[in-house]
């Protein structure tokens, strides 16, 4: 059975206006849980607030949608991978699902590999397709994450309990929280270094 792509689905809150889109991305980071709308990666993968993009869901290029260029309605957190390979394109039928829309996790979905696949529609190929959601980075930043949350739950299950022996278990797990924290010091510098 698939999974849906969001590990929380997005939505738009922001009741504001401004007269330039860029002003909205503090409240995009909110709405769309620091992911990328179309392919869930986090942006501590990309450097964070700072290297996440913003996209025009309509492309504001394409004239018809040029009065949506600063509506909060028409605008998508996004990874560079995707806002790049989404840019312009737009088609009228089978064409692109606004990732805050539940449509669209009838067209994308996740297996338990972590693996995006689509449901075999023209809606569904199109955009796989089109936002390269294909590529294997999109499997490979979801086990990373899913990593992340085991070693979360392993942590907080060697917090509670109090080992009052040596015994080899004992030890052993001792040893694997030591090697979990140099896996954190460098994965957190990493996310650090491209950052800056």
Not at 144 to 151: F, G, N
């Given at each position: ?140 930043l979801w086990s990373i994450e899913r990593l992340e949350e085991q070693r ?45």
């Amino acid at each position: 059975m698939p999974n849906k792509i969001h590990k929380q689905k997005p939505a738009r809150t922001c009741a504001k206006t401004y007269s330039d889109y860029k002003s909205f991305k503090q409240y995009l980071v909110k709405d769309f849980n620091n992911r990328c709308g179309y392919c869930d990666s986090h942006d501590k993968f990309f450097g964070g607030f700072k290297n996440f993009q913003i996209d025009h869901f309509k492309p504001h290029s394409i004239a018809v949608f040029a009065s949506l260029k600063h509506d909060y309605s028409n605008l998508v957190y996004s990874c560079q991978s995707c806002n790049r390979a989404k840019s312009n394109k737009w088609e009228d039928s089978h064409g692109f699902i606004d990732p805050c829309a539940e449509k669209y996790d009838e067209f994308i979905s996740r297996d338990s590999n972590g693996r995006i696949k689509h449901n075999n529609t023209l809606h569904g190929e199109y955009i796989y397709s089109n936002l390269n959601l294909f590529l294997r980075r999109h499997e490979l930043l979801w086990s990373i994450e899913r990593l992340e949350e085991q070693r979360e739950q392993i942590n907080k299950l060697l917090d509670e309990k109090v080992y009052n022996d040596e015994s080899v278990e004992s030890k052993l797990l001792k040893k694997f929280r030591a090697v979990q924290n140099e896996i954190t010091k460098y994965s957190n510098s990493l996310y650090i270094e491209i950052s800056t």
